[in-house]
């Protein structure tokens, strides 16, 4: 080969290793100047998701960072922005977001029950789901063989009294606890409190659920707590 062309070849080499190299460093420079934006884009559609503006959710991601979000690391944003509220306006205009979402969420479970239940009836007509055999409507009964619907809530001693005493009746219920915030540790500490046997929750004869609505969508009528039994598709009160 001649020298000439040798040398020529060996004074391209590094020339091509840099072109070679360029479009992977301008994909890098490319890629990092995407991603707040798609951070943004993500940011944007959760506000809407809550009904909240862009600074709102920017809000409560600084509240979530410092200590409310150590303490209730769960909150969803309009109850950590009623919280924080910082006017009554605020606290006025958050509640009424949140009673707004929780209505949809509701009408949304009970068109699900509507159809869950239809499907029962279409698929299995002549299988019984809950045997009510031995009820009574007053409540004295021997509740042992009946699946009750508990609903309680925090700071109400009444709540406290009457689950111990259908336990100590050998009662199967399902706990709903009323306002836990979907907060695992709230309903933890109350059952601790009120004296739920561990074994009877792992047994699941009693289990214990955030309310997540399900109070304000059977339609029962009076304070908590309430205790009730499904009677032919109607929540009756003990």
Known sequence: MPVVLLVLIIALVPT???????????????????????????????????????????????????????????????????IEARTDEERRHYAELQVQAEARRVEKTLAYQRAYDAAWQRLYPTLQRVDLAGTSSTGNGDLSSVRLAVFVKEGCPPCEQRVRQLQAEGAAFDLYMVGSRQEDARIRQWATRVGIDPDKVRERAITLNHDGGRWLSIGVQGDLPAVVREVNGQWLRL
């Not at 920017?58 to 009623?82: K, V």
């Open 16 to 82: 091509l290793t840099l072109a070679q190299n360029v479009p992977a460093t301008s994909s890098r420079i490319a890629s990092s100047q995407e991603s707040p934006s798609s951070d943004t884009t993500l940011d944007e559609h959760r506000a809407r998701e809550w009904g909240l503006q862009p600074e709102e959710w920017a809000r409560y991601r600084q509240l979530m960072q410092g200590s409310l979000g150590i303490h209730s690391p769960n909150l969803d944003p309009l109850t950590a922005l009623g």
